[in-house]
């Protein structure tokens, strides 16, 4: 007889038998995110494309569905999330109001123009009569409105032109009026400036093919050094005002005036853009004396001083204008309809914002920023006036300080101050001021006192009230 072990019976624990088997698994929330027409029909969004376009629609719709993918937000939450995600313009560039002390700050766009000039340029945004005369059909001279404004206003210039910035004026002049042997450019060593993002004169001057005859020394140059190296081939002397530094001691420059003598044309590039002479500025040329001393030819900004858009002003001897805007340079130089119109508003219509800040009442200031501090203090917000010195800036006035008064804020308000959430929505301007003594200085000479209601409620939006 054979006997064989059995295997133990596997015993089932009683609640395991009495557990159903489930089915069903959980649903993958992903896949509950709306899809992406779906989400452009949603009427905010629809409106929104309209405005802004649908790339930048499209954009904000995924960056808000990633997060719902991210887990986020909830996938009900994703057009509500999208529409929070919309930019408040279909540009980078966001309003900014310069609380700084810099009245003309290059890094916020140099001079803001004046609300004439912002019109102007809307007016010339679609089609307008550049180049059209309405009166008789036919064509005109393009820019002619700001050609003549820009005469008006410095009488003493034969000829006017304008390129699309100062330094290419000095390049159209650098290569218009060499000619045959005559390829040298006459400049103090003392003038050979750094005009800012590592753009050096000297590299600009030679990158036309002129030659540089430098003469003098950083901080002495005389009048015998220019007789010295004029000759045959001299195309003209040129006269650079140094206005982004001041140097001081032992030094010595020759006036345009006895330039002038020499024999050949004289170049002035003025820089900033003053056209006539200015009672806060007595040591920043002016277009109108410098023209009146012999100088032959002019060279400025229009967005430093002047107030106005980016220009080069070109201003001076009819001949010499007239060689530079035939040159074919002057073609690949030349500025848009926009550029035209706002600096036409500038130059004939009210005074500029940067004029405005330059004249404004140190006093007047000071009530302007009690009157914030006031406001801002009922809000709960700890703020005082603070006595401040702005400054000209743009490469203008260099050493000179204006007495102002600031709004002096906690220094943690400056960075929602200028990135904060209802700066991203478009609700308020961003501010920039300036950091001192672990304080926020918002300067309000650099501030046009119709702006003051925007700075006080970009304040209270980046402290959350």
């Given amino acids: 007889m054979v006997f064989q072990r059995r295997a133990p019976a596997l015993v089932t624990p009683p609640r395991a038998r009495c557990r159903p088997r489930s089915i069903v698994r959980g649903v993958d929330t992903r896949r509950r995110v709306p899809r992406t027409d779906l989400l452009l029909a949603d ?6 494309e309209r405005r802004l376009g649908r790339a930048l629609v499209k954009a904000a719709v995924g960056r808000a569905q990633q997060r719902a993918r991210d887990g986020q937000i909830p996938p009900e939450a994703v057009a509500d999330a999208a529409v929070a995600e919309l930019p408040a313009r279909a540009c980078s560039l966001t309003p900014v109001v310069n609380a700084t002390g810099v009245l003309v700050h ?6 803001p123009l004046s609300a004439a000039a912002a019109e102007a340029v809307a007016a010339a945004a679609g089609n307008c009569d550049l180049e059209f005369d309405l009166a008789s059909g036919t064509r005109s001279r393009r820019g002619a409105g700001a050609l003549d404004a820009l005469a008006r206003a410095v009488p003493a210039a034969a000829a006017v032109a304008v390129v699309n910035n100062n330094a ?8 218009a009026l060499r000619s045959g042997d005559a390829d040298e450019i006459v ?9 800012g993002d590592r753009f050096r004169l000297p590299d600009l001057l030679t990158s036309t093919g002129a030659r540089l005859r430098e003469v003098g020394t950083t901080n002495r140059t005389a009048l015998a050094d220019y007789a010295e190296a004029v000759g045959p081939r001299t195309a003209f002397i040129l006269k650079v005002h140094p206005s982004n530094f001041r140097i001081e001691g032992f030094t010595a420059a020759v006036g345009v005036r006895d330039l002038a003598g020499l024999g050949v044309p004289v170049v002035f590039d003025i820089g900033s853009g003053l056209l006539a002479p200015h009672p806060l500025l007595p040591g920043e040329p002016d277009a109108a004396t410098a023209l009146a001393e012999g100088v032959a030819l002019v060279t400025a900004s229009g967005d430093k001083l002047l107030g106005g858009p980016q220009a080069g002003l070109l201003l001076g001897r009819s001949d010499l204008v007239r060689r530079l805007v035939r040159h074919p340079l002057a073609r690949a130089l030349r500025v848009d309809k926009l550029t035209l119109a706002a600096l036409e508003a500038t130059l004939a219509g009210p005074v500029p914002p940067v004029a405005s800040a330059l004249a404004a009442d140190p006093a007047a200031v000071a009530r302007r920023a009690e009157r914030a501090v006031a406001l801002l203090r009922e809000a709960g917000i700890e703020a005082r006036v603070a006595a401040a010195s702005a400054a000209a800036g743009g490469g203008g006035a260099p050493g ?10 906690p220094e943690e308000l400056a960075v929602p101050l200028r990135r904060g959430l209802a700066v991203s929505r478009g609700e308020v301007p961003a501010v920039v001021g300036r950091l001192a003594g672990g304080r926020l200085l918002l300067d309000l000479r650099s ?3 119709a702006d003051d209601d925007r700075l006080v409620a970009a304040v209270l939006a980046a402290a959350g009230r």
Avoid at 400 to 409: C, E, G, I
Wanted: hydrophobic fraction near 55%.
């Fill in 187 to 195: 400049v103090s060593r003392g003038e050979l400036i750094e005009i």
């Fill in 106 to 111: 290059t890094n916020l766009g140099r001079a």
């Fill in 43 to 48: 009427p905010r969004l629809a409106a929104a």
């Fill in 168 to 175: 290419a004026a000095l390049v159209l002049a650098a290569t």
């Fill in 447 to 449: 501030v046009p006192p």
């Fill in 400 to 409: 000179l300080r204006l007495p102002s008064a600031a709004v002096s804020l």
